[in-house]
């Protein structure tokens, strides 16, 4: 388990700014600090550095074809930055019944002829990752209550002080030392070496080859009006045949 100073000592010492057992002046190594908790923040914007997904299960109302995301908002949970997979959760006679529930792009959304159109589940959602509240954009419009369970991306939690610990998977550590030195080079007056760059390059490749686990393509009904070459046959099943 390592600490911030840990990774922020180790970084230094990869550009020999400070020599070993030297301590580290405190304006020092609060900026360190700073860089440390911005290196994360971008890490968790890139969906093979997060090694970990979240599930949550929100409940749908009848009726409702959107809602906000996001702390303080409809459905109050950290606002996520991707949604990686998803379904729906019908009850009946007390039994969950699941549904598959795709995750569609902006583009596809839009492209739908009839948003409101009313279905009994959602058979497809829509993310807006707007800020500081995202949206769920449900097709087609439930027409009864139930679950809708998401999974997204983990953020990565900052490091509050230098002296907060973390447990990281393998490789972790070392890809953060080394890819954080790059960072404070350049408050330091110091040149990356070439050994250091391609290190930081190749120990951040390999955390990102671990989880790049292969993917499934979310698919959505025939039904779903996109376009004039679909008929207005979905109009009567709404893509629920």
């Known amino acids: 388990m390592a600490t911030a100073l840990d990774l ?23 900026d360190a600090l700073l860089r440390l908790n911005d290196l994360l923040d971008t890490w ?9 997904n979240n599930e949550y299960t929100l409940t749908f ?50 492209g739908i002829g009839l948003k409101s159109q009313p ?6 959602v829509y993310y807006n990752e707007d800020y500081p509240l995202g949206s769920l954009f449900f097709w087609p419009v439930p027409t009864q209550a139930g679950e809708f369970h998401m999974w997204t991306d983990d953020i990565f939690s900052t490091f509050a002080t230098l002296q907060t610990s973390v447990s990281l998977p393998q490789g972790y550590a070392r890809a953060l030392r080394k890819n954080l030195a790059v960072d404070l080079a350049p408050m330091f007056g110091r040149e990356p070496s070439q050994a250091l760059l391609r290190q930081a390059v190749e120990s951040k490749a390999a955390i990102k080859a671990l989880n790049n686990q292969p993917q499934t393509p979310s698919t ?22």
């Open 8 to 30: 922020i000592t180790g970084a230094l010492g990869e550009l020999n700014a400070y020599a070993p057992g030297e301590p580290l002046s405190s304006a020092d190594a609060n």
């Open 44 to 52: 968790s914007t890139e969906h093979l550095t997060v090694f970990n």
């Open 61 to 110: 109302s009848p009726g409702v074809k959107s809602y906000t995301v996001g702390t303080g908002g409809d459905f109050n949970i950290p606002r996520p930055l991707r949604i990686t997979n998803a379904y729906t959760r019908i009850t009946s006679s007390g039994q969950g019944i699941d549904f598959p529930c795709a995750v569609v792009s902006g583009d596809v959304y839009t």
């Open 119 to 124: 279905g009994p589940w959602p058979k497809a």
């Open 220 to 241: 959505y009904d025939g039904g779903m009006p996109t376009g004039q070459k679909y008929d207005a046959g979905w109009i009567l099943h709404g893509g629920f045949q």
